[in-house]
């Protein structure tokens, strides 16, 4: 695999680190030469990525092409670009459907999406890919496992996914502010929320049988303090909110 990237920004950066921190890893990686910055200090850090001259200079260096520009300016980019049969095109830009991207890399014949996350310089985090294709998902596999996806509605409903990370930090800053409001030290009250979370999220590993509702069931004694917070934020309707935040995303991502 020869691999392009057409957009050298945050998440090019990530995936090329996940990529380059893989034991014995060759794969020479051609980038595009926006953002400077990035693609300086990439092509600083790694013997085998080099800074292509213009974006056409990727493709022409590449069999494989990962689009991460951003969507508001990807039709303008992917317009003044000749793709080749035979390049294999992995669009990482979100909200523009497969079909679209499909049409603008023409005669490119495969064309696929992927959703990867920033923890993937870190080797972390699943990326979802669609359609499946053994070879995005062997790549994908070795950066933090993959989900790969047949259908774009698919793609679109587990993108939502991507949307709650903010909300989650949000969540476990409420606990620690008033944990520290109470006069424990900031960095005590911060290690211990971080050290119970990273259990908790082992909890669904231990328990491979039971969805997410029976794990709340399991936590929520009856009479007890847990239970207490999941009625109070359920009667408040801080679910309810939370599911129809959910459905807005979902609008916004697939322009319905
Ligand atoms: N970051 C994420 O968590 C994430 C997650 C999922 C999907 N995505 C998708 O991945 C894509 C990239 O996201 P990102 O976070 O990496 O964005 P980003 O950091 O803004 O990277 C985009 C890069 O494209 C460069 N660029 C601008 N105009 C260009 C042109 N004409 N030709 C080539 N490159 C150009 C920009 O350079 P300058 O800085 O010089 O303008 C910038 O470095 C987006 O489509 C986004 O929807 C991102």
């Given at each position: 695999m020869k691999l392009g990237f057409v957009g050298t920004g945050a998440l090019s950066s990530a995936i090329v680190t996940g990529l380059k921190s893989l034991p014995g890893e060759t794969t020479p990686v051609v980038i595009s030469p926006r953002n400077e910055a990035i693609a300086a200090g990439l092509a600083a850090r790694y013997r085998d990525v080099r800074i292509a001259a213009d974006n056409q200079a990727v493709l022409d260096q590449c069999d494989t092409v990962m689009l991460a520009v951003r969507p508001q300016i990807a039709r303008e980019v992917l317009k003044e670009l000749r793709f080749r049969p035979d390049h294999h095109v992995i669009s990482l830009i979100a909200t523009i459907p497969r079909e679209e991207i499909a049409g603008l890399v023409a005669p490119a014949a495969q064309v696929g999406k992927a959703l990867p996350m920033p923890l993937i310089a870190r080797r972390q985090g699943s990326t979802i890919i669609c359609p499946p294709d053994p070879i995005v998902a062997t790549f994908f596999g070795r950066l933090g496992g993959v989900i790969e996806v047949e259908d774009q509605s698919e793609f679109d409903a587990l993108s939502v996914?991507?949307?709650?990370y903010a909300g989650y930090f949000r969540y476990l800053d409420t606990i620690h502010a008033w944990v520290s409001s109470q006069g424990v030290p900031r960095d005590k009250a911060r290690d211990y929320i971080t050290n119970i979370y990273k259990a908790l999220a082992d909890a669904p590993d231990t328990a491979p049988d039971e969805n997410f509702m029976h794990l709340a069931q399991d936590y929520a004694t009856r009479g007890g303090i847990n239970e207490q917070v999941l009625r109070e934020m359920t009667e408040r309707g801080t679910f309810e909110a939370f599911a129809e935040s959910l459905e807005r995303v979902h609008r916004r991502i697939t322009g319905k």
């Open positions: 996914v991507t949307a709650t």
